[in-house]
């Protein structure tokens, strides 16, 4: 393999891509995989959508850049009106950005100009949960709680205030799931109590896990205590739905499932949908007339609403509803996790499966009484991946336990996913999994 002069996180190598089409991916030596978590959970509508393409190429013969001082352009306009008409009521504002830290990141400082702008100077302090994964800059990793990624960067910014992440399945306790969910909100107030109340501005959270909790699922009871709990202290609600927006739990946003209207929403991801880098932020229009009245939002990026990443966002979006991609999400979601749920019991060592539409997880035990994790050394979050990956098949996986220990695998291909080819991506996770237990002496029957 020719040496490359690229870096990311190690010096593994991969095949090199040659094309894309669909849910498939083959390298330039003609293997074919299946994407089964649709890159890093963004590949939403596929590889190679035509429309998606088109789109993108007649925008290319009109204008590639139009810097926002100089000129408005059309696929923005048009695209921010698609979102906001998508959006909770209320949110009629839209801020677009390349990428989630991005995203992230503008909320972070909408939230805190928007109290300045108040005169609540003295509220500051962001509230996020623990484990939770916000995005990689410094802003944004000041949210995130994810050892191996936080603890080189500690010097370097303020760390906020953390709760608990809801992870009632780790419970062993008498309480029902509606009553683990206030308790774990129940966190928030008490937190908010201890830090003070005015210097707390804002809480942020994924409706659905990504990476750092596995498609992780609260009660319901959750949702609706949490909205109680930021308007009972006039703290805003942040919903980073950077993985779980544009469909991906089978409703445009994940809020919608708990019928939440949080005071800002980033999405990224699946915006774009591996086309292009693309994210956005929403917001009540009352946080943007306020910013706006009182000198305007100290905040911007260069290529905020590009032409060609807003014509590519806006087909995207237009692919999604036009193919019903949300319904077939509905029912492949369904169909996966009770395809996940057999294998669980066919595995003595899967403790958990969760998640929503097609964002889906388990995670792997060594004792699924105590939920106890597979020693730490075994690297199985590593090993099953590329079990996988030998198979054809790619999917995700991270720790479980804030990023030292644990393994959980994330399996969400893209909303265009057939019956037939949920059946192939649990055969190839059986295969593996089976590979996984006589590598490592595993016990695949239950007790």
Request: with cysteine.
């Amino acid at each position: 393999m020719m040496e490359s002069h690229l870096f990311y996180q190690t010096r593994d190598r991969r095949p090199v891509l040659d094309r894309a089409e669909g849910l498939y991916m083959w390298d330039v030596n003609g293997k074919k995989y299946i994407d089964g978590s649709s890159g890093a959970m963004v590949s939403n509508i596929g590889h190679s959508n035509p429309a998606v393409l088109k789109a993108m190429q007649a925008q290319m013969a009109k204008s590639t850049f139009g810097y926002r001082l100089h000129f408005e352009n059309e696929p923005a306009e048009l695209l921010a009106r698609k979102v906001a008409e998508l959006s909770p009521p209320g949110h009629n504002k839209v801020f677009f950005v390349s990428g989630g830290s991005e995203a992230v990141e503008s909320a972070m400082k909408l939230a805190r100009q928007y109290a300045f702008s108040r005169g609540d100077g003295e509220r500051w302090k962001i509230i996020s949960r623990s484990p939770s994964y916000h995005g990689a800059t410094l802003g944004a990793l000041s949210l995130t709680s994810y050892t191996p990624l936080n603890a080189p960067f500690l010097p370097m910014h303020v760390a906020m205030p953390k709760i608990p992440a809801p992870r009632c399945y780790l419970d062993r306790d008498d309480l029902s799931d509606d009553e683990r969910g206030l308790r774990y909100a129940q966190m928030l107030r008490d937190k908010i109590v201890a830090e003070g109340p005015e210097t707390v501005l804002a809480f942020i959270m994924e409706p659905v896990g990504g990476a750092s909790t596995g498609a992780l699922v609260a009660p319901d009871s959750y949702y609706g205590h949490i909205r109680d709990i930021c308007d009972e202290f006039g703290v805003l609600l942040i919903y980073d739905e950077v993985m779980t927006g544009v469909g991906r739990t089978g409703k445009f946003l994940a809020a919608e499932h708990w019928n939440i209207n949080p005071d800002i929403i980033v999405t990224a991801k699946g915006f774009g949908a591996g086309y292009i880098p693309l994210g956005a932020l929403t917001a009540r229009q009352s946080i943007v007339d306020t910013i706006l009245d009182s000198g305007g939002f100290q905040h911007g990026y260069t290529y905020a609403g590009n032409p060609i990443a807003c014509a590519a966002g806006l087909a995207v979006i237009d692919e999604i509803f036009r193919q019903q991609m949300m319904s077939n999400t509905v029912s492949r979601g369904v169909q996966l996790l009770a395809g996940l749920s057999r294998l669980k019991d066919n595995y003595a060592f899967i403790g958990d499966v969760r998640g929503k539409g097609l964002l889906t997880a388990f995670e792997l035990v060594s004792d699924n009484a105590t939920m106890a994790p597979l020693p730490a050394a075994l690297n199985v979050f590593s090993v099953l991946v590329e079990l996988a990956y030998e198979r054809g098949l790619i999917i995700y996986s991270r720790r479980s336990r804030g990023g030292l220990e644990g393994d959980h695998f994330l399996i969400c291909p893209p909303m265009i996913t057939s019956a037939e080819q949920i059946n192939d991506i649990l055969d190839i996770l059986d295969d593996s999994l089976g590979s996984l237990a006589k590598m490592l002496n595993l016990p695949t029957a239950r007790p």
